[in-house]
């Protein structure tokens, strides 16, 4: 059973766009990114899951209960970091810990207190007087200590340093191992890109994308940069199946290229190759692909 | 400790220093009051014979002739009730409005707590702050009056300043009704401070003009008398306390439907 399915979920605000017909699952152990620009809806789409926002149509469904009437028992099986972790600026992160502990029926906090340590996070001073990157952790504390089963990560290394970076991709690399799902979204595609299974792409309200990562990239334009001893043959990898954009200079061919590699090599191999350099895209580019407009239209949802 | 029991000391704590900032002022102010009274209580009787009678019906200054009357005229008929069905509003706006605004609410509600539990403790804490409040004044205007000499009598007093809860308590109704609509502590605070001063002039105008005195049944005024004189009526504080509560019931009917706003 997927620990959250969303079935053409919609939200709108009056006749403004919220999210619109956004259909996927997450998978147990899953670590799910969810990308967009700022504004594009992923945190319309969390705070939907979260039953802070009431769907206008669709549902949601995490761990097979609905979103809404089963808002209780399902905030107790998942752990939420909001973007900006506010709590109330007097209060301590441990004061506020200790609320938590106390809503969740957890005796103690001993997981906090380690997971304190591991951050190098300060409980004891009021919120108000932390930089956002402390506060942050405060809030990284407050969404894993209980050990929830889906952890709802939304911005979550915003103001991190580049070592509380780390640190953080461990922790989530953890979770994943002890069978967490993790619902992530980010603008710091380098680190969706190493600890996300899959990724989910929303453009203006509307899921473009649903793919694994390595599936996503190697579906992507490849980058192509071939130099022959015989230059005029360059003009014939026009006709080569999936090659794109292809600009001549002197004895080199730039190109992009998707799809099967065969019928390039096919076409280069009865010549004399001096360089050839393919590289893959990054998922920045691939993202940046997406709301250029060259990706799909949309995706078709589903998981897998 | 219960959910809602944690969320009540959680929300007391937060607020703790309205029970210094509020009760505090309105004690000293209260003990001032009484303590003056011996001084000027020959003075004060000739000059109330010569208000009009409209003015002293509207302010209960109908007779100044012990200190209990001089209390209640001073302070019990106007500035204790304004001020502490100010701050039931603003105890309700920033537990639900401030606490959206903050982004706690967020945090809480990430927590398997049902909404109405959050409305509930907002509630109760503010019964609790409210009754500490006037229990500081109470205890802070005996003080004045032992001190002076003034006579004032426990049992009236401690009347009097529980008359009040009741009333603020409807104002902290109102808040959370007004928290079903928006959750900007600016509005909330803005329509429960204007619920209460509109109630308070229409039990004014109904008081100063007989021709519309019907009009006095619908402000809550009309139904909060002169415990500090005639005793607690319970049949009225009973009533209020129990509009208070159906107040906060729809006010978190309310707040169960609607969306928390980012």
């Known amino acids: 059973m997927a620990v959250i399915e969303t079935d053409a979920l919609t939200k709108r605000y009056g006749s403004a766009r919220g999210i619109d017909c956004i259909s996927f699952e997450v998978e147990p152990g899953e670590v799910f990114g969810f990308l967009g620009s700022n504004g594009a809806g992923k945190t319309t789409t969390i705070r939907t ?37 506010g709590y109330g600026k007097e209060t301590t992160g441990r004061q506020a810990l200790a609320l938590l502990a106390r809503l969740r029926g957890v005796d103690g906090l001993g997981r906090a207190e380690e997971l304190a340590a591991r951050f190098h996070a300060d409980l004891d001073r009021p919120l108000g007087q932390l930089s956002r990157g402390n506060r942050q952790k405060v809030g990284l504390i407050q969404a894993t ?80 940069s071939v130099q022959l001893a015989d230059p ?7 006709t080569v199946a999936g090659v794109s954009g292809l600009e001549l200079s002197g004895d080199r061919a730039s190109f992009g290229f998707a799809g099967d590699i065969d019928p390039l090599v096919a076409a280069l191999a009865g010549h004399h190759l001096l ?9 920045e580019e691939v993202f940046l692909t997406y709301y250029q407009g060259d990706g799909p239209a949309t995706a078709d949802g589903g998981g897998g | 400790m219960s959910q809602l029991e944690a969320l009540v000391a959680s929300h007391l704590s937060d607020r703790r220093r309205s029970l210094l900032s509020w ?73 639900l409005a401030g606490a959206a605004e903050s982004g706690r609410l967020d945090v809480l509600l990430s927590a398997p707590l049902a909404r109405w539990r959050l409305v509930a403790a907002g509630f109760v804490a503010s019964a609790i702050e409210l009754a500490a409040v006037l229990l500081l004044t109470a205890v802070l205007t005996l003080l004045g009056s032992a001190v002076a000499d003034a006579g004032l009598s426990a049992g009236h007093a401690a009347a009097g300043f529980a008359e009040v809860w009741p009333l603020a308590l409807l104002f902290a109704g109102f808040g959370v009704v007004a928290c079903g609509f928006t959750l900007r502590t600016t509005i909330v605070t803005g329509a429960g401070a204007g619920v209460l001063v509109v109630m308070y002039v229409i039990d004014l105008i109904g008081k100063l003009d007989p021709s519309v005195s019907g009009i006095r049944y619908i402000s809550v005024f009309k139904y909060y008398g002169n415990a500090i004189e005639d005793g607690i009526n319970w049949l009225a504080f009973a009533g209020i306390t129990a509009a208070a509560i159906v107040l906060v019931v729809v006010g978190a009917w309310l707040f169960e439907r609607r969306d928390i706003d980012a």
């Open chain 2, 23 to 95: 009760g505090l002022p309105l004690g000293l102010m209260s003990a001032f009051i009484v303590a003056i009274y011996p001084s000027i209580e020959s003075a004060l009787t000739k000059a109330v014979q010569g208000y009009p009678t409209g003015l002293k019906e509207a302010f209960d200054v109908g007779q100044l002739e012990n200190v209990e009357q001089y209390l209640q005229a001073e302070m019990l008929s106007l500035i204790v009730p304004l001020a502490l069905g100010y701050l039931a509003v603003r105890a309700i706006a920033s537990g």
């Open chain 1, 49 to 85: 899951l979260l039953d802070l926002l009431h769907p206008t149509s669709g549902s949601a469904r995490l761990f097979g209960l609905d979103s809404h009437r089963d808002s209780v028992a399902i905030r107790a099986r998942l752990g939420n970091l909001p973007g900006d972790f």
């Open chain 1, 145 to 224: 200590f209980h050990r929830p089963e889906l952890l709802i990560l939304d911005e979550p290394t915003g103001g991190l340093d580049p070592l509380m970076q780390e640190e953080f991709l461990a922790l989530v690399g953890a979770e994943r191992d002890r069978g967490c799902a993790v619902f992530f979204s980010s603008h710091e595609l380098d680190e969706v890109e190493r600890v996300c299974d899959r990724v989910a792409i929303i453009r203006e309200g509307r899921l473009v994308a649903v793919e694994r990562i390595s599936d996503l990239l190697g579906k992507a334009r490849r980058k192509v």
């Open chain 1, 275 to 283: 360089d050839l350099e393919v590289s893959r895209p990054t998922l």
């Open chain 1, 232 to 238: 005029p043959a360059l003009r014939a990898l026009s």
